[in-house]
């Protein structure tokens, strides 16, 4: 049956890239496509999760792998959902204590100042033979982009993330008081925490998100399967609406303008000049189109598609590390979650290009490239991971038998 109801709660977690619900909301992007919002600040990833299954929340700023793990029941009750917008591109970074800096440095000069996990291998394996206790670092949730691309920049540098260190939960708030308490040694956390921690004189960053996959999907806009069913007008109407205020974010002449939105007691409640760093840039950084390589990207480079992709990766990863059952179908897994057909319709109402394909062959461009598309050539960005490997979608039963016989990092093949 369907609900025509148009007043809506959506739930974020404080995070820069919780940016395209606030600015929506903010600009009226939400009511000029006939909706009535209230955003709600959740105080965690669990909390928020636990919300939306339970119907409390229409819909949420969401790790981009949880739907998948929610569907497969993998993460709280099983329940189908959908995913018809990816949130942004990039924005996480690996931050750790001065100390552990210093350790990193003086154990593999040349790998720390790289951005290299060597680095922590080399304290790791002095700690071990020193009999001190294991590294500690932090990621915001299990099931999430910053667990896998900790867990990959460690592998990628030597250390078995098992085994080697210890890995936490810690909602995104509380990182930099960890670090600063020493509770932690470092964490993976989405802007603008880690530059909270090294503004506060607290923290150094290791590496980013961007180092470790250039472009990675970070956060989704998630809702249940039975929700998008009983309201689909309202789900275009919210797609729509996220997509216009995606595409206002990454004008970067808008950017001071959302900074100060997202620095609000009610959002973010951080410094406004730590926010500004991953969204405007600090001097001398890596700039893409006029924008911080590294920060977050909500509408250029086909960043709002959901790519089928992007999902195939998170599920080999959740099943390189023996979280996800070898009976689960990946691509069926996948196909059913990420929807980028409704992406397509959206952008395509608003007049925005939006790539036919539905996956791509992650990890082959080091720098911008063009996909020849069917709707028309999309220009793309650099999608290159940090230890070189290539994963293809289509190749995925061969690339999970490989890993099977002694792979390390990925379920993927090295670059040729």
């Not at 990193?104 to 304290?123: I, K, L, R």
């Not at 999430?144 to 260190?165: E, K």
């Not at 909270?196 to 989704?220: H, L, S, Y």
């Amino acid at each position: 049956m369907t609900d025509h109801r148009t007043d809506l709660t959506l739930g974020f977690v404080p995070l820069a890239d919780c940016a395209p619900l606030v600015v929506a909301e903010r600009k009226g992007f939400f009511r000029e496509e006939g909706l009535s919002v209230r955003l709600s600040r959740e105080s965690s990833w669990a909390s928020l999760r636990d919300k939306l299954v339970c119907g409390l929340l229409d819909g949420a700023h969401m790790l981009a792998p949880l739907p998948l793990a929610i569907s497969l029941g993998l993460s709280g009750p099983k329940t189908p959902m959908l995913v018809g917008l990816s949130l942004n591109l990039n924005g996480n970074a690996v931050t750790v204590s001065r100390a552990l800096a210093a350790e990193m440095a003086a154990a593999d000069p040349e790998g720390a100042a790289a951005g290299s996990a060597t680095a922590v291998a080399a304290v790791a394996a002095a700690r071990r033979r020193a009999g001190a206790p294991p590294l500690v670092f932090a990621i915001v949730f299990p099931v999430s982009s910053h667990h896998d691309q900790l867990r990959y920049w460690l592998a990628a540098g030597g250390v078995d993330p098992q085994r080697d260190v210890r890995i936490v939960v810690v909602p995104p708030p509380q990182m930099v008081a960890h670090l600063s308490a020493g509770r932690v040694d470092g964490f993976c956390v989405g802007a603008p925490w880690g530059d909270v921690a090294v503004d506060q004189g607290v923290g150094v960053m290791a590496t980013t998100g961007w180092r470790i996959w250039n472009n990675a999907p970070e956060k989704v806009f998630a809702v249940t399967r039975a929700w998008a069913e009983a309201r689909p007008d309202a789900h275009g109407a919210l797609l729509r609406a996220l997509i216009r205020a995606a595409a206002w974010l990454d004008r970067p002449q808008h950017r001071p303008e959302a900074v100060a939105m997202l620095a609000a007691p009610e959002v973010l409640n951080a410094p406004a000049a730590s926010i500004a760093a991953s969204l405007v840039g600090r001097p001398g950084e890596l700039l893409v189109d006029g924008l911080p390589a590294r920060g977050p990207v909500y509408h250029r480079r086909a960043a709002g598609l959901p790519w089928r992709s992007h999902a195939a990766w998170f599920l080999a990863q959740l099943r390189h590390w023996g979280d996800l059952p070898d009976t689960v179908d990946i691509a069926a897994a996948a196909a059913a979650v990420y929807r980028p057909d409704l992406y397509r319709e959206a952008a395509w109402d608003l007049g925005y290009p939006a790539p036919a394909a539905d996956s791509k062959t992650e990890g082959r461009h080091d720098g911008p490239w063009v996909l020849a598309d069917p709707a028309g050539d999309v220009a793309l960005g650099a999608d290159r991971f940090c230890d070189g490997r290539i994963f293809d979608p289509a190749a995925l039963d061969t690339d999970l038998a490989g890993l099977a016989a002694g792979g390390t990092a990925t379920v993927a093949t090295q670059r040729g």
